[in-house]
C-alpha cells in the first residue's frame, strides 16, 4: 500500500520534531539567551516586557548569527503567520509576535503549534493539497499549493532545529 501524502508530509514533520525533542534534554535558558558571535540577533525584553525580536529588513549581509532563544521565536513566527493564513483568517503581524520569555515555555508554544499544524493537515485531501487557495494571503507562498508549503515547513523546521544543536554545541565547546 503507498502511504498518503499526509502522511508522507506528518511522517517528516515528526522526524523533524523528534530531533527537537533530542536538543531540549540539554537545552536551558543560559543557553538559550548565549550569543555565539558579537554580530548576533537575540530576544530581549521592551518596556512593556515582552521579549521582542531583533530584526532588520532587508537583512543585513553577513546575516547575523541567531541565539536559541531568537531562532525559537523564528520558528513560532513562520509556524503562527502559516497556521493564520492557511488555516485561519489571517496572521498578525510580526511586530505583534513575541517570544514567550524563557525556554520552558518557548518550547509549550512551539509544540501547541505543532500539534495545530499536524491537527490542521490531517483532514486534508489530495485535493487541498494541490490546491493555493489556502496559500493565497501568504506574504510568500502566494503562488505555492499547500503541499509545497508544507513541504517547505518541513523544512524549514529541520534546518532550524539543526541551528539550535550547532550552537548548542558551541555552546558546550567554549564552556567545556
Known amino acids: 500500500m503507498t502511504a498518503s501524502r499526509i502522511d508522507l508530509l506528518t511522517k517528516q514533520l515528526d522526524l523533524s520534531w523528534a530531533l527537537f525533542e533530542h536538543h531540549l534534554a540539554t ?6 539567551l548565549w550569543e555565539p558571535a558579537p554580530h548576533c540577533w537575540t530576544v530581549r525584553p521592551d518596556e512593556q516586557g515582552r521579549w521582542i525580536p531583533d530584526w532588520q529588513v532587508p537583512e543585513p549581509t553577513p ?3 541567531f541565539t536559541i532563544g531568537w ?7 513562520w509556524w503562527t503567520t502559516t497556521l493564520g493564513h492557511c488555516f485561519g483568517s489571517g496572521a498578525p503581524a510580526r511586530e ?3 517570544w514567550p520569555g524563557d525556554l520552558t515555555s518557548a518550547v ?4 501547541g503549534l505543532k500539534d495545530e499544524w499536524r491537527a490542521a493537515l490531517a483532514g486534508l ?3 487541498d493539497l494541490d490546491s493555493t487557495s489556502r496559500t493565497a494571503g501568504l506574504e510568500w507562498g502566494q503562488e505555492l499549493t499547500l503541499s509545497d508549503v508544507a513541504g517547505w515547513l518541513n523544512v524549514e523546521l529541520t534546518k532550524n532545529i539543526a541551528e ?4 548548542n554545541i558551541l555552546y558546550g565547546a567554549r564552556n567545556a
Open 27 to 32: 537545552l536551558d535558558d543560559t543557553v538559550c
Open 96 to 98: 505583534e509576535i513575541f
Open 108 to 111: 509549550e508554544w512551539l509544540r
Open 63 to 65: 546575516v547575523p548569527a
Open 71 to 77: 531562532t525559537t521565536w523564528h520558528m513560532g513566527y
Open 125 to 127: 485531501t489530495d485535493a
Open 164 to 167: 539550535i544543536g550547532f550552537v
